[in-house]
């Protein structure tokens, strides 16, 4: 069974930064591209940032200049620097990763179960 864990999240004051962490463990054959989404209060989850496994990367508009998502292959890690924070980045962060495990042949899209990220004065 493959597990997604997040960790980092917590309460920030606007302008503050906070590194996220997302480590698969499990049966794992392959991790392929891995992600960051968020879903603040009211709001539609949407996509932060992407990384593949070959380290190229794609971010949010709202991300660009402030996120910095990186990865370490050899421990099946993605990270999530985050610097400059709004009130507008409070939300639930949440990992995704597709991974290819033992039984699969190809690969499956996982999910962490959220961290809570509130920035707030």
């Known amino acids: 069974q493959v597990r997604l864990v997040e960790s980092g999240g917590g309460y920030v004051q606007p302008g503050g930064s906070l590194r996220l962490s997302c480590a698969a463990s499990?049966?794992?054959?392959?991790?392929?591209?891995m992600g960051w989404y968020r879903q603040g209060p009211g709001k539609e989850r949407e996509l932060v940032a992407t990384i593949t496994r070959d380290g190229v990367t794609n971010y949010a508009d709202s991300a660009k200049g402030r996120f910095t998502i990186s990865r370490v292959n050899d421990w099946n890690t993605v990270y999530l620097q985050m610097n400059s924070l709004k009130s507008g980045d409070t939300a639930v962060y949440s990992c995704?990763?597709?991974?290819?495990?033992?039984?699969?042949?190809?690969?499956?899209?996982?999910w962490g179960q959220g961290t809570q990220v509130t920035v707030s004065s």
């Open positions: 499990g049966s794992i054959v392959s991790v392929y591209t």
């Open positions: 995704s990763a597709v991974i290819r495990d033992v039984a699969a042949r190809g690969g499956n899209l996982y």
